[in-house]
């Protein structure tokens, strides 16, 4: 299962399963272990993340001064249309007004198209993030296999955690794995 349905499906189901898990390693049944990590910190000591976050946000920025542009239009059709009313025949009147909807249109399919959340941006976000996501759960994946954890949690994903316990914390690892030099500050938090 790739990280982005493994970050996005965790409910309240999977909370109760892993509870059920654990209230079965107190009756005796085997160990289970756990470990959690912080996906966000990770992502944001990627360069590649950086760069595709960066890559987004001027394409963003580009279509949002598009859309800027036909609202600028728009109501400058509008305006228009408000001075010249009274002057109008009703065959004008009725021609400015499809032109005024024409333009509310197509000012709306843009915004759809590019930042709705089946749009461009969307689209251009998962091609961009996704293989950077599939790279850290492959470490993540990794990092279990060698220690022998049976589950990793995100605590980035919502899940709410009352309590973690620092050396479960294998944020650090899953950075070595994925060669993110550690600073000296995180070295020591690792150890």
């Known amino acids: 299962m790739h990280f982005a349905m493994y970050y996005t499906k965790?409910?309240?189901?999977?909370?109760?399963?892993?509870?059920c898990m654990m209230a079965a390693q107190f009756l005796g049944a085997q160990r289970i272990s756990l470990a959690y990590i912080d996906s966000d910190y990770i992502l944001s000591r990627m360069p590649e993340y950086e760069s595709a976050q960066q890559q987004l946000n001027e394409i963003a920025k580009s279509w949002e001064k598009e859309a800027l542009s036909l609202e600028t239009e728009?109501?400058?059709?509008?305006?228009?249309?408000?001075?010249?009313?009274?002057?109008?025949?009703a065959s004008q009147k009725k021609e400015k007004q499809n032109a005024i909807n024409s333009k509310e249109e197509e000012l709306v399919k843009f915004r759809v198209e590019k930042f709705g959340?089946?749009?461009?941006?969307?689209?251009?976000?998962?091609?961009?993030?996704k293989p950077i996501?599939?790279?850290?759960?492959?470490?993540?994946?990794?990092?279990?296999?060698?220690?022998?954890?049976?589950?990793?949690?995100?605590?980035?994903?919502?899940?709410?955690?009352?309590?973690?316990?620092?050396?479960?914390?294998k944020t650090f690892e899953v950075m070595e794995e994925?060669?993110?030099?550690l600073t000296q500050n995180e070295t020591n938090k690792g150890n």
């Not at 959340?117 to 993030?129: I, M």
């Open 10 to 19: 965790l409910s309240l189901k999977h909370l109760l399963l892993v509870l």
């Open 74 to 89: 728009l109501k400058q059709m509008q305006r228009d249309y408000s001075a010249e009313e009274i002057l109008l025949t």
């Open 117 to 129: 959340t089946e749009g461009a941006l969307f689209k251009k976000r998962a091609q961009l993030v």
């Open 133 to 169: 996501q599939d790279k850290m759960f492959e470490a993540v994946q990794k990092v279990a296999k060698a220690q022998g954890l049976d589950y990793i949690f995100d605590k980035a994903s919502g899940v709410q955690m009352l309590y973690a316990n620092p050396r479960h914390d």
């Open 178 to 181: 994925l060669g993110i030099p």
